[in-house]
């Protein structure tokens, strides 16, 4: 069972490994050396989403103002994860999605009272319109 390599050496032969050493490197990655294997153990963070096209679509569809708001927010995101500043980018993130809810529920509201104030007026014409005494009266300004 004693396997020799063509330097002499034994295969296997070397140091022990300390456990628990923890390698430095990529901050997205870690290694953790335990016996004689090193085990990859990937950490649990995601990049926050920016939200750019749904604030891109308020924008356009629903409510500029605050829509404009929310495209601002999305693009602090990238600045801030390009600096490295990952709670800042986190922060950024859910407040350009708050933005963008609140232009889209906003652009709704006016959407939907518009076409209801717009059925009314169309539904009061009509009434008004309508002669009961059964005489046609033309009105010619």
């Known amino acids: 069972m004693d396997q020799k390599q063509d330097n ?3 295969i296997g032969q070397g140091f022990p490994l300390q456990q628990g050493y923890l390698q430095q490197g990529n901050p997205q990655q870690s290694y953790r050396q335990q016996g ?3 085990q990859y153990n990937p950490k649990q963070y995601t990049q926050p989403n920016d939200y750019m096209c749904c604030a891109i679509f308020v924008t356009i569809c629903c409510c500029l103002p605050l829509g404009i708001v929310a495209i601002v927010k999305s693009t602090w995101v990238r600045t801030r994860l390009a600096s490295g ?6 922060e950024a993130s859910r407040s350009a999605k708050c933005w963008s809810i609140a232009a889209l529920v906003t652009g709704l509201l006016v959407i939907f009272t518009a076409a209801a104030l717009l059925v009314l007026r169309i539904a009061d014409g009509a009434v008004n319109n309508f002669d009961t005494s059964g005489a046609f009266e033309a009105n010619y300004i």
């Open 8 to 10: 002499g050496y034994q």
């Open 36 to 38: 004689k294997g090193v």
């Open 85 to 90: 500043d990952t709670a800042g980018a986190e």
